[in-house]
């Protein structure tokens, strides 16, 4: 659905009866709209479009589209309208115009090659001990491809997965690397069902039929969807920084003083709750936190979601990130992600350099940080 | 209705769809010229002109084979004759991060080729092109 060549489709046609019950409760108090980080830089208004929606006026493929679905807005919401589960319904029943995928839409179509054309999961190339047998299984992610298709210089998304792997090592563990497909997040959260669905029923058989006990990943939205929206009994799902947090007396930190600001991925936060484990492994490799001024449950997004949109509205989201954190940490400081796709749009936007900007704060992945300030007892 | 790939699966012998994308000022021109010099090659294959093989983004390429191509090719012009001074170069090296990509999907890469060829290669551009649709028939259809 989401690689057809649909025109620009300025309105919305279809209202549904059950998408308006999910707002029926709404009372435009605009608590929404006050907090959407992208609303600091657009036009955009959730509480407007819910109003629109709920009385027939128009909804445009914008309002459904700019929506970066990071959940802040259910956060302070009084009536706790589940805004961004509108949005991806709506996405659903609507569609999504491929042209407005970042990228030239390479993302989306990958996830559709990757059910159609292959029978297989992604092949990995990592260094490192592994072991087919092993209860304990890592999956990068589709981080690989990144690295193929984003036109990034110095910024390696292959090393994410290798400093999992090494650091999976130092603890004395060889993990099994287990070759799935894309998670499917991205096709979830832009509604094709189809895709998603594929690439579900898939990598479920893989990961029931290996027989392991426990799956390690490193992107916020593996974990994610691994726990949330599979259902994978009796396959304990961790992310890197659980592993980390859980094994740490097996590893031996050089703990150089250091400071690090850390920024919450809202598939991590928001919506797994999991705010304290990645600061703990941060603190325990000697690192000390300097907090962003919005934190926890109240960061704002990255930027960009599910390829969508990546526009100037996305690229002043990541720079007000880029600030913030340099006023947390300075200039020399780091800014670190516990999930593939922040790591991706931040350094995608530091790379820009000027005349955008002149930050020189690093971004890094926290099982990476991990991994340089570590070695095995 | 039915896609290319399927109606050609139909018939006896396996006629395979086959895309090329050809830069305007060298490619095109090359099959121009086997054109008019009346030289035979395969009517599998469809022309997809681009101003330069620098246009080509990965993104076109896979949606070719998902809309039912069984071989695609990117033509342009040698390098150092690209008209754009360096589109040639770069679409290589995109090229060859797709070809990479299509590896760690597990995709069989032997139906994808990246070829130079100039205005003056018609009879380079009729060989190539059989030769191509030769080896695609061999592998048979992409999907059965
Ligand atoms: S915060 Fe909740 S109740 Fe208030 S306008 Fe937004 S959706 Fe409606
Ligand atoms: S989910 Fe995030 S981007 Fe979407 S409306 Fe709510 S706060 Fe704004
Ligand atoms: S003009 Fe022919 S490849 Fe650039």
């Known amino acids: ?377 | 209705m039915m896609t290319q790939a399927e109606t050609s699966t139909n018939t006896e012998t396996f006629e395979p769809t086959i895309i090329v994308f050809a830069c305007n000022w060298c490619s095109y021109a090359g099959a121009d010229l086997a054109g008019v010099s009346r030289l035979k090659y395969p009517s599998n294959v469809r022309i997809v002109r681009v101003m330069c093989s620098g246009r080509v983004d990965p993104a076109f390429v896979m949606k070719a084979f998902l809309k039912g191509a069984d071989g695609v090719m990117v033509a342009g012009c040698h390098p150092g004759d690209c008209h754009y001074l360096e589109g040639n170069l770069r679409a290589k090296e995109r090229i060859d991060k797709m070809v990479e990509a299509m590896h760690i999907l597990g995709f069989e890469v032997d139906r994808f080729r990246l070829e130079w060829i100039s205005a003056s290669e018609g009879k380079r551009f009729a060989q190539i092109m059989t030769e191509f649709t030769e080896q695609i028939r061999n592998l048979g259809p992409l999907k059965s």
């Open chain 1, 1 to 377: 659905m989401v690689i057809s060549e649909s025109p620009i489709n300025y309105e919305v046609e279809i209202k549904s009866e059950e998408l308006k019950s999910m707002l029926r409760a709404c009372y435009q108090c605009s608590s929404c709209t006050s907090v959407c980080p992208v609303r600091r830089y657009s036009k955009y208004n959730p509480r407007k479009i819910i109003h629109n929606y709920l009385f027939d006026y128009e909804v445009t493929e914008d309002d459904l589209t700019a929506c970066l679905t990071c959940g802040l807005c259910l956060e302070v919401c009084p009536q706790k309208i589940d805004f961004p589960e509108f949005i991806r319904l709506s996405r659903e029943q609507h569609g999504v115009n491929a042209d407005l995928f970042a990228h030239h839409n390479i993302f989306n179509i990958m996830q559709v090659f990757m059910n159609e054309m292959t029978d297989s999961g992604m092949k990995f190339d990592y260094e490192g001990e592994l072991d087919r047998e092993s209860s304990i299984a890592y999956f990068p992610g589709c981080i690989d491809l990144y690295d193929k298709f984003l036109d990034l210089k110095e910024t390696s998304f292959h090393q994410i997965g290798q400093s999992a792997i090494n650091v999976i090592n130092k603890t004395g563990v060889k993990p099994n690397l287990l070759s799935l497909k894309c998670c499917g997040h991205d096709a979830y959260w832009t509604g094709d069902m189809d895709a998603y669905d594929q690439v579900r029923e898939y990598n479920t058989k893989v990961i029931k039929d290996s027989g392991i006990s426990t799956l390690v990943v490193s992107c916020a939205e593996c974990y994610y969807s691994f726990m949330d929206l599979y259902n994978l009994d009796g396959v304990k799902i961790q992310h890197i920084a659980h592993f980390i947090e859980e094994r740490q007396e097996k590893l031996q930190f050089n703990g150089e003083a250091t400071t690090l600001t850390y920024h919450d991925p809202c598939r991590l936060g928001r919506f797994m709750n999991e705010y304290e484990s990645p600061r703990n492994v941060l603190k325990a490799t000697g690192a000390s936190i300097k907090e962003l001024s919005l934190n926890k449950q109240f960061t704002k997004c990255c930027g960009v979601s599910a390829w969508l949109r990546c526009d100037d509205t996305s690229r002043a989201i990541m720079l007000r990130k880029l600030q913030e954190a340099t006023q947390a940490v300075g200039e020399e400081g780091t800014l670190g992600v516990a999930c593939s796709k922040c790591y991706a749009h931040l350094n995608c936007v530091l790379e820009d350099k000027k005349p955008q900007h002149d930050f020189k704060i690093k971004v890094k992945e926290l099982g990476m940080i991990v991994d340089e300030r570590s070695s095995s007892k």
